[in-house]
């Protein structure tokens, strides 16, 4: 069995291959990400699309990506009725708290504090509850997959519920938490490593990677930070 592998692709978007080969896109926000290099854009063959909220900077593409590629999608009741009408067959509705298995990965939709809507002729498409996802892959490895979020107390309680080795986390502040919320966040976590996302694609995402590893260091908990397009095992 192979190891987890993970292709970020600027801002909150990645591209995992488990290890068993299952092909997982997480915010399908591709073609109009000014952060995914061009090649990335490419995206092949997928098993899965997992997607947080409705916003369009974490679910653009959904819809085109989810067409051609056939793969399942997992999100929240109204993100999934909301690809339906656009034609989307293949989905896979959740609710906070309720787990999903395909094969041997188990997928567990948590809680976000953010919002979760589309704008579409003008309008404000409400979407459902914002989530993250809890994912233990085939090898066991759990990772936390935050999306948009502030620091919330009940992160203990994912932390204590299901021992996530790896938090993905946003820093960009503003919309969600800074960098040293986050670090506090990861404390709660008890995860050992953190990759930072949803920061430096556009200017108001005033939050780096430099400040968070001065709030990571003190605690003993170790950061990963890609460019866009870099794959890590």
């Not at 909150?12 to 990335?40: D, K, M």
């Not at 997992?74 to 993100?79: G, M, Q, S, T």
Request: aromatic share 8%; charged share 15%.
């Amino acid at each position: 069995m192979q190891k987890l592998s993970f292709t970020w692709l600027g801002h909150s978007t990645f591209l995992f291959t488990s290890p068993g080969g299952r092909r997982i896109l997480i915010e399908p926000f591709v073609a109009s990400n000014p952060a995914c290099p061009e090649p990335a854009k490419k995206i092949g063959a997928l098993d899965l699309i997992l997607i947080t909220h409705g916003h369009s900077d974490h679910a653009a593409d959904a819809a085109a990506i989810a067409r051609a590629t056939g793969a399942h999608v997992i999100a929240n009741y109204e993100v999934c009725l909301w690809l339906e009408a656009k034609g989307i067959q293949n989905t896979v509705p959740m609710g906070h708290g309720g787990s999903h298995t395909v094969g041997d990965i188990a997928i567990t939709m948590v809680n976000a504090v953010h919002g979760s809507s589309a704008i579409e002729d003008g309008r404000i498409v409400y979407l459902g509850h914002p989530a993250g996802f809890v994912i233990r892959f085939e090898d066991g490895l759990t990772i936390y997959f935050a999306g948009d979020t502030d620091i919330f107390g009940d992160m203990r309680l994912i932390g204590e519920l299901y021992k996530p080795a790896i938090g993905f986390l946003p820093i960009g502040d503003r919309f969600t938490m800074g960098p040293a919320s986050a670090a506090r966040a990861a404390e709660l976590l008890g995860v050992t490593q953190v990759v930072p996302m949803h920061y430096g694609t556009f200017p108001f995402l005033t939050g780096t990677t430099a400040e968070l590893r001065d709030h990571l260091e003190p605690r003993g908990i170790q950061m990963l930070e890609l460019q866009p397009g870099e794959t890590a095992t």
